[in-house]
């Protein structure tokens, strides 16, 4: 547990937070020119979300359940019925009322705020930043923009506050590059009539009540228009001339997309395309598309069978999203639950809508083979996820990446403000890690954004680096391993901090692997390309071999740029200025080797440290890969005999041990 803690606080402070820009904005996209979010080609079955570079980008995060929509099981709160509140149910509306009734909207407002402040803090936003994760689906009710005490006169007024949480977790999120999707989890009068709503019921006092429908797609029109981006063109002629004066426009960008309704089945029930559910989620869609062009998204429960074609209703720029949880025998099954997942990806390419797959909650439980399988394959098919959710009460385990304190649940009705002030305080609602769950994650999420050392490139000497060490950002998906990075998949990139002290034209080499025919990886600096490296088929993900291009570089401090076409690893980069090496720059190498000498064709090696196993590559200035072979280490010494092939010449000798000893040294073979 304390390791865990201590390799946190050290991989914070290594990274810099990355903010979303106003070139972050998303939308879908198929890649056809002049595309706009009412001009789609529905033929083309293969979408994208793209931001405003037109890069691809993958969301993959968690939810903050339980914060502004409390869930009993989950949130620290038990509302029995009952006594003096017999009508009451164990929901949040109940909870909110019995409160009202027992202190006063003053005090009631108080401790829910006490809650909020407690429970979800800029601390939680960096665990989530920390993990590598990119997007928080915030789930809210009406509850909270509304007053909702019956007999008031403001009875479902607007609060004068009724963005203040919002604002702030927006605000938060975007200073780390995080996105959000809002999400209405408990619309006026509740869409499925589930506790998750905040309000249990029949389920049909939304579908059926005229005014509860008014009230919700009014709200709606609240959100859409305070969080559009400043002269967006919606569908409502007038939107762009009215007064913004009190929206926030400037966290438009945070917004990757707003999801109408969170699983608007009667009781969960499955419906069909023309019920009122459909009906009302389109009467969403076009409240929402009258003030902002954001992506939507629209909840199907459960399957893509259940969802109607896009065309139906004529939406446009939208994602499905679904909710995978295999109930039943499926809970301790590991092999239920891969099957599952299987039928999910067959489902989705079987009905083929034609748009952006956005698994909004799932979770595989405490079977390892199932979140293994299930995380890849999400991946794998290009889907945007949000687990269910960040944070439980500790007995609910794999529910959580991170747990708070249970047995200390709220009963509004008997406790006093002072027992609920303590059990919803910091010690109990606060965040600790479930690393259990939390480390089933972190192979399939791209790292934050690294703040590594700048690598000089000169126009007389070779800058050599190593993928994994050096870069600053990826796309989502990319592994990092020991020495290389992987499963970079098509249009997948790696970026690579770099200085150019002069202009002009230069090589570069990278040693790639790929068992696929016609790989490439495009070389780009920034966004201006630079060139194609021909992969091709290296007969094996760990058969490497240098591929080299001609490149022109501008002087300054520059991104360098790798885009995969295709699947392949990359390992080792050098870059090379056009006069050939005279020197060798390599980035952050430590030192911890006490002598290495190339004599009478054999490398002898003196570690400053005990290890098993080195790894020996030799490189030739220009960074194409001479030798490489993984040796035994007799304590502190290794030694390796070299091919008679390699002789006579300068060569960039790299170590690198199990103990992680890394050290790169420039050395002449006689």
Known sequence: MLRNVVLSVIFLAMTSFAQITEADFLRVSTGAANETWNNFDWGISTWDIVNTRGERVWLRGVNAGGWLVMEPWMSNLSVNSGGAFPNTRNDHLSMLSILRHRFGRETRDELINWFQDNYWTEQDFDNIVT?????????????????????????????????????????????????????????????????HSGEINDGWQLYNNPENRRKTLELWGHIARRYARQG????????????????????????????????????????????????????????????????????ICWDAGHAPRPGHYNWRNVVYQYHYYCWGDCISNAEQQINF????????????????????????????????????????????WTKWTYKVKSNYGSWGIFHHN???????????????????????????????IRNHFLPFLPGPIRNVERINVLANGTAAFNAATHFTRKTNGVSVHSNFVG???????????????????????????????????????????LGVIQAGNTVGWHSWAAREIEITLPAGERTLRLVANGAVNIE???????????????????????????????????????AREANISLYDIRGRSLFERNVAVNGNLANVALPRTIRNQTVILQVKTNTDIKFTQKMLVK
């Open 131 to 195: 993990m590598g994760m990119n997007v928080v689906r915030l789930p809210f009710t009406y509850m909270n923009f509304v007053h909702v005490d019956t007999g008031e006169a403001d009875f479902h007024q607007m609060r004068a506050n009724a963005f203040e949480r919002i604002d702030w977790f927006l605000e938060q999120a975007g200073r780390r590059g995080l996105y959000v999707i809002p999400t209405m989890h408990g619309a006026f009068g509740s869409q499925n009539g589930m506790d």
């Open 232 to 299: 967006a063109i919606g569908t409502d002629p007038t939107a762009a001339t009215r007064s913004r004066a009190n929206d926030r426009p400037d966290l438009a960008h945070v917004i990757a997309w707003f999801n109408s309704l969170n699983e608007p089945g009667v009781k969960a029930r499955v419906f069909p395309q023309n019920g009122a559910e459909w009906v009302f989620l389109n009467d969403a869609y076009i409240e929402i598309r009258r003030w902002t062009d954001h992506i939507i998204s629209q909840n």
């Open 341 to 384: 997942v299987n039928s999910k990806v067959q489902d989705i390419r079987h009905h083929n809508h034609g748009v952006p797959t956005f698994v909004g909650e799932f979770t595989f439980f405490g079977m390892d083979r199932g979140w293994e399988h299930g995380l890849r394959t999400f991946n794998e098919q290009g889907w945007h």
């Open 406 to 436: 249970s047995n200390v649940d709220v009963n509004p009705r008997t406790h006093s403000v002072q027992e609920i002030r303590d059990r919803w305080g910091p010690a109990n609602v606060g965040s600790r890690p479930n690393n259990t």
């Open 487 to 529: 499963d970079l998949q098509d249009g997948s990139f790696v970026e690579f901090p770099i200085r150019v002290t002069n202009a002009g034209a230069y090589r570069i080499s990278v040693r790639a692997a790929t068992g696929q025919d016609g790989r490439t990886v495009r070389v780009f600096d920034g966004e201006n390309s």
């Open 572 to 610: 080792n980069i050098s870059i090379t200025g056009q006069h050939g090496a005279t020197s060798v720059n390599h980035a952050r190498v430590k030192s911890h080797i006490n002598s290495a000498t190339i004599t009478n064709g054999q490398i002898n090696l003196s570690l400053a440290l005990p």
